[in-house]
């Protein structure tokens, strides 16, 4: 058999249910690998060693007496760390919350312990899921484990990194405006974000409550599919949880007859030289897949990142307001006054991204501005979901890069706007709460990954990620970087 780390999610649970090789062996698999190589890459900001060895030693008894197993037992996940997980520090990556520990589990969370997954520790993200690069983590930044001088994206950057490194063989995202999508493109995995409404919120610290939604980075399209078909439910605690029943993710070895395929062309004509040629290629291998290739109309799309910066800041502003020193957060014993432990919470608790988005927000809701920004933003949204819908008549999914260019280097982007330009081509899908998803499409002249993203209607999040596992089966373009193999 194969190392561990080079066997998909399925093939490890396989495995494990086979009796090739027992739970406490996986774990101590694993956690060897994060050991040997976290160090130096950051992804994790805690590791639940105690906790996922006595869930494992669980499973073997479990399998032992013959009792039923779940569609995850064995497989070591990690959380993103602003996702709960019961009893253990939800950090948010802030020094805000370091020492916060969570009274319940997510909803996501808790349906991937019942079916038996191996929680392995909590990864490292940006400052309240505030970032494109996880450099924005109070704690340490991640590096990119194709070259630690460069970024792994945000800010699932943590979670991105992990899964690249395979120390682990599925974690949890958080994408607000591309925040599962870009990072899994960075590291040269897959990455799924859900049709809004498809995985419940419920335990997730919210950052933009109308654009947030969870979801898997992962080695292959099964692995993401099988996770969906355990965290995709309704949640009774979760008020925009869809109230639809959970949606198996059968995976056809081959493309559906028929399929219609949309390229927004003038939306893409920026393109870098080698994201085109990249990009022209995806195209090449969709067409002998037998898909249709159309044109259509989303230029509308390019206002979508000034629309996102102002809905996000503005629900970022008010989520952000519980934070306050009373509730969560240090209360210095000097202070005498309700005014000086607001101040002093926020001043020290803060990191200047999140500062800046929480002012941000505060000044679009602001009496006077709301009207000229705020309201104008959601009425734009409402276009960019009518242009998607117009687009969606002609096509069966929309197919774009996931980013301009592969990961940049750590310290090379200072310019804000310059930074947030970098989700141009994911934001779009938060804004419409539309499924999309990232596959490895290749490499640029770097060596550096690239990712394909394919976007489909609301509620079709099963037809993408058959799209998406027909292109995989014909590049294979995923595999481990050299100095992890």
């Keep these: 058999m194969l190392p561990l780390h080079h066997l998909s999610a399925i093939q490890i649970r396989d495995a494990f249910l086979k009796g090739d090789i027992s739970a406490v062996q996986i774990v101590h698999h694993f956690l060897s690998r994060i050991e040997s190589y976290d160090d130096a890459l950051g992804a994790f900001l805690s590791v639940l060693n105690a906790r996922v060895l006595l869930k494992a030693e669980a499973l073997d008894k479990k399998r032992a007496r013959g009792l039923p197993l779940g569609k995850l037992a064995a497989i070591p996940i990690a959380i993103k760390d602003n996702m709960h997980i019961q009893d253990e520090i939800t950090t948010c990556g802030s020094k805000f919350l370091a020492h916060y520990r ?76 591309g925040s599962i999508r870009q990072p899994a493109s960075f590291c040269g995995i897959v990455g799924y974000k859900p049709t809004y409404g498809r995985v419940s919120r419920s335990g997730l610290v919210a950052f933009g409550s109308s654009l ?183 096509c069966d999914a929309v197919i774009m890069p996931v980013t301009t260019s592969g990961a940049f280097e750590h310290g090379a982007i200072h310019d804000p706007l310059e930074m947030y330009l970098q989700d141009i081509f994911t934001v779009p899908a938060n804004l419409a709460g539309l499924p999309g998803i990232s596959v490895p499409s290749g490499y640029d002249s770097r060596g550096m990954p690239l990712g394909l993203q394919i976007l489909g209607p609301q509620m079709c999040d099963v037809s993408i990620m058959q799209i998406a596992h027909a292109y995989e089966r014909a590049t294979q373009h995923a595999k481990i970087p050299e100095a992890y193999g």
């Excluded at 390019?302 to 102002?310: D, P």
């Excluded at 307001?321 to 240090?330: E, L, M, N, S, T």
């Design 212 to 394: 947030d939604q969870i979801g898997p980075l992962t080695t292959t399209v099964a692995d993401a599919a099988l996770t969906m078909e355990v965290i995709g439910k309704q949640c009774d605690y979760d008020a925009t949880s869809l109230d639809l029943p959970a949606e198996c993710y059968p995976l056809p070895k081959e493309l559906e007859p028929g399929t219609v395929i949309g390229v927004p062309w003038h939306f893409l004509e920026n393109l870098s030289a080698s994201s085109r040629q990249n990009f022209e290629e995806v195209i090449r291998v969709l067409k002998d897949l037998g898909a249709k290739i159309v044109e259509v109309n989303l230029d509308l799309l390019k206002h979508s990142i000034a629309v996102y910066y102002i809905i996000a800041t503005a629900e970022a502003s008010t989520n952000l307001a519980r934070f306050d020193g009373i509730r969560y957060g240090v209360r210095p014993p000097e202070c005498k006054t309700l005014e000086e432990v607001y101040d002093y919470s926020r001043r020290m608790g803060f990191g200047r991204e999140v500062k800046k988005r929480i002012m941000l927000g505060t000044y679009v809701l602001s009496a006077g501005f709301q009207d000229a920004f705020y309201k104008k933003a959601q009425k734009v949204r409402t276009l960019i979901i009518n242009a998607f819908d117009e687009a969606f008549s002609h």
């Design 102 to 177: 969570a009274p319940f589990s997510a909803t996501a969370v808790d349906l991937m312990e019942k079916e038996d997954a191996l929680l392995i520790g909590k990864t490292n993200l940006d400052e309240f899921a505030m970032g494109s690069s996880n450099e924005n983590s109070a704690f340490k930044p991640a590096q990119n484990p194709w070259n630690l001088q460069c970024v792994p994206g945000g800010s699932s950057g943590g979670s991105a990194a992990a899964v690249g490194a395979r120390l682990c063989s599925i974690a949890t995202g958080s994408d607000t405006g």
